[in-house]
Structure formats: structure tokens, C-alpha cells
């Protein structure tokens, strides 16, 4: 059984930084990269950012480019995802998953195992 849990959450003002935090555990039989999602009130989930198994690629989406930073520790099982400059836009719950691949997969069918989700409220 695998769990991927997040933490880190929480309400921040706009301009505000704020860390997410995922844990990964269990047996994993492959090389999986890592990424977060996120799913505003209303709307669908979205691709956040994504890190490969060996760190050596990282991807985002392109409002969060120069802003957000993804990153993984030598366990490769935690990954972090540093938001700085956030907008009120940003509010959503963010979903920490366990890639099926090693690569940065941006869509959702490309990851296997999901988190619960952490609420990210950012006031204006």
C-alpha cells in the first residue's frame, strides 16, 4: 500500500510565500517522478509543477514559472514545492502524486498514486 500525504497548507496573504511539503510511502517497484496538482473551487484539477526521478528535469505550468520551485531530497520519496508571489488566484487545494513514469508527466493519467490534498488560501 502506498500513501502520499501532504502538508503545509494554509492561509497567506497575497504577495505571501508558503512551502508544500509530500511524503511518499510504501513499495514503489519503478523510478517515479513526482508532481503537484491543484483544484480550485468550481474548477478542474490543473498541472502545477513535476520533478523526474533524478531531479535533473523539472516542469511547470507557465503562470507559476519564475515563482514556484519544485524540489526533491536524496531519498527522491519527498518533494517540496516552494510558492513565492502568490495571487489570490493560486487558492486552491494542492494534490501531491506519484508519477507512473520517471520523466515529468504534466497529465493526470500519468501518475499513480495521489495525496488527500492540502487547502491553500491566498487573500487578497
Known amino acids: 500500500q502506498v500513501h502520499v500525504v501532504e502538508s503545509g497548507g494554509g492561509l497567506v496573504q497575497a504577495g505571501g510565500s508558503l512551502t508544500l511539503s509530500c511524503a511518499a510511502s510504501?513499495?514503489?517497484?519503478?523510478?517515479?517522478?513526482m508532481g503537484w496538482f491543484r483544484q480550485a473551487p468550481g474548477k478542474e484539477r490543473e498541472f502545477v509543477a513535476a520533478?523526474?526521478?533524478?531531479?535533473?528535469?523539472?516542469k511547470y505550468r507557465d503562470s507559476v514559472k519564475g515563482r514556484f520551485t519544485i524540489s526533491r531530497d536524496g531519498a527522491r520519496n519527498t518533494v517540496r514545492l516552494r510558492m513565492n508571489s502568490l495571487e489570490p488566484e493560486a487558492t486552491a487545494v494542492y494534490f501531491c502524486?506519484?508519477?507512473?513514469?520517471?520523466?515529468?508527466?504534466?497529465?493526470?493519467?500519468?501518475?499513480?498514486?495521489w495525496g488527500q490534498g492540502t487547502q491553500v488560501t491566498v487573500s487578497s
Open positions: 502524486a506519484v508519477g507512473a513514469i520517471p520523466d515529468v508527466p504534466r497529465f493526470s493519467y500519468n501518475y499513480a498514486y
Open positions: 510504501g513499495r514503489i517497484d519503478w523510478p517515479y517522478s
Open positions: 520533478i523526474s526521478w533524478d531531479v535533473n528535469s523539472t
